[in-house]
């Protein structure tokens, strides 16, 4: 029996509202308007192909600190029972980084790329404990309806947000704000509030699951997380399925993490209109709220592991098209397309490797999952950015994604689900 089930309505809504309190900064920081922000008014002194590059570089070194403490500290979660405390914790440090990005003028790259290092740690490291959350409050029958309502909320949530930043960048006036790139500066601050306001839920109606010790295990939450970790690297060969899961994950959201990463920012680098940029961005959050959910039910009609593998075909397909993009209408129907696999697929395979470990160890085994995704971000964003300084343009950067859907998808299909 879940430990939820007496509350399980309010426990499930409350669990999945930080989905919606933390796709603010997914939406409109890391995707849409930042990245925009960022080419033309921080690295203004740039050409167009270094800001594209730092920027790549600059998530780089955000996700592999975060890729580097996760397994430990998931660890330490799970030995102590304080999943919420590093989610308070991680999170704090994200909506602080994030409303600091208010500071941000012109030729400030450095100080841009500092903060938005920091902001993406906190938002990192928080998902970690959050997706931790999800084998204690859904039971496995339920995994994935939950999981993808996460990832619809979010949607929502993250796509409403990014519409009013919208509206405070091209229609500054209306909000009594003196300028579009003062526009830009408040929409950062409007995430950080969002965030720290839709995050109460969580807090208040969400338990946290007992801890189990080990024995022989330490007393002692540091050297005990350790050991655990030590315990985990070990035996999650075991775990064979959960195993081959990660592999194929790191190496297939090593190309959807760089898309959201590097999308807009290449899009500017190849002239498409900053209100085109960020309006398709829009679309996707909107179009990604059905989607999720219908990707949810797919799986109940042909497996997780069948509906991921369809998301990865149509994301080979959005990497092809988007070397050839030229125009802003090229731009919002791979947008589109984007709307219609990113919510879900993500959220399948979150849920997807929920089956394939032990409960009781959430934290730790989502450790490692959270790594597989850090460090395919570190990986992805890198390799863009130098082949857009070898080359010159970021186009074979785009097209060279493809072998990240074809390598994961083949490894994904020797994984048994059951």
């Not at 208040?204 to 540091?222: A, D, Q, R, T, Y």
């Not at 940029?277 to 039910?297: D, M, T």
């Amino acid at each position: 029996m879940e430990i939820y089930n007496k509350k399980s309505k309010k426990v499930i809504l409350s669990w999945c509202m930080y989905d919606w309190a933390n796709s603010g900064f997914a939406t409109t920081i890391m995707a849409a308007v930042l990245p925009v922000f960022y080419s033309s008014v921080a690295a203004v002194d740039l050409t167009k192909t270094q800001a594209t590059s730092y920027w790549g570089y600059t998530n780089s070194v955000g996700m592999l600190l975060i890729a580097l403490s996760a397994p430990i500290l998931g660890a330490i979660a799970d030995h102590s029972g304080t999943r919420k405390g590093f989610l308070c914790i991680f999170a704090s440090v994200g909506i602080v980084f994030t409303g600091l990005m208010v500071l941000i003028s012109t030729g400030d790259w450095l100080m841009a790329s500092i903060f938005f290092i920091f902001a993406s740690i906190g938002f990192a490291g928080a998902n970690i404990f959050y997706d931790s959350l999800l084998p204690h409050v859904a039971g496995k029958d339920k995994i994935d309806q939950i999981s993808t309502m996460g990832y619809a909320l979010g949607y929502l949530g993250g796509g409403l947000l990014l519409l009013i930043n919208i509206a405070m960048i091209l229609r500054p006036s209306f909000f009594y704000i003196p300028d579009p790139q003062w526009g830009y500066r408040l929409s950062f601050l409007s995430v950080a509030i969002w965030w720290g306001l839709f995050s109460i839920p969580i807090f208040m109606n969400v338990k946290e699951p007992k801890p189990i010790h080990f024995i022989g295990e330490s007393k002692n939450w540091l050297k005990a997380g350790f050991q655990r970790l030590c315990k985990t690297f070990g035996e999650v060969r075991r775990f064979t399925e959960a195993f081959k899961f990660l592999i194929a994950f790191w190496i297939y959201n090593d190309g959807i993490g760089t898309i959201i990463i590097m999308a807009t920012i290449f899009g500017n680098e190849i002239g498409i209109a900053h209100e085109h940029l960020i309006g398709a961005i829009l679309a996707v959050q909107f179009v990604g709220v059905p989607f999720s959910i219908l990707f949810g039910r797919l799986s109940r009609l042909v497996g997780p592991k069948i509906s991921i593998l369809i998301g990865l075909i149509i994301y080979t397909g959005i990497s092809i098209g988007g070397y050839f993009m030229y125009h802003p209408l090229h731009f919002w129907i791979l947008a589109i397309l984007v709307g219609v696999v990113q919510g879900g697929t993500q959220a399948l395979s979150r849920s997807l490797y929920g089956r394939l470990i032990p409960k009781d160890r959430s934290a730790e085994f989502f450790g490692f999952y959270d790594i597989s995704s850090k460090f395919s971000g570190i990986i992805g964003p890198m390799l863009f950015g130098i082949v857009g300084q070898i080359t010159g343009s970021s186009r074979l950067g785009i097209i060279s994604l493809v072998i990240f859907f074809i390598v994961g998808g083949v490894i994904l299909t020797s994984v048994n689900e059951e």
